[in-house]
């Protein structure tokens, strides 16, 4: 899993297999944005960072099933998406697939925080 950027120079969200033969796949059409993807351990969903557009400064949800996108939280920011001064939210999985853990410095300080998967 990993974003990159399509013809049309949006960002896009592609799968490609470990072995890297595969020609890669978008994960969702249309869809613009994800900075950080990482697939969940039972391997049905997909969070992402998103810092634009118009689900803002969020985490998404991607059911891997059905390819439909929620927003999962909001990660609003302070300091902005700069490594110097912000954070960027670079969300992680539980190994039980019922959480992601995820940074914000949404109360001026860089916090990690925790969110249910519903």
Not at 12 to 27: C, E, H, M, S
């Amino acid at each position: 899993m990993f974003n990159g950027t399509d013809e049309d120079s949006s960002q896009q969200l592609y799968l490609i297999d470990a072995n890297g033969k595969t020609p890669r796949q978008r994960v969702l059409e249309g869809f613009d944005g994800g900075g950080h993807p990482i697939m969940s351990p039972d391997m049905r969903w997909v969070v992402t960072d998103v810092m634009r557009g118009q689900l803002g400064d969020s985490l998404v949800l991607i059911d891997m099933q059905t390819r439909k996108f929620r927003k999962l939280v909001n990660v609003p920011t302070v300091n902005g998406r700069t490594h110097e001064t912000g954070t960027h939210p670079h969300p992680s999985w539980s190994p039980d697939s019922k959480w992601v853990i995820y940074d914000s410095d949404e109360t001026d300080n860089c916090q990690v925080y925790l969110v249910r998967v519903e």
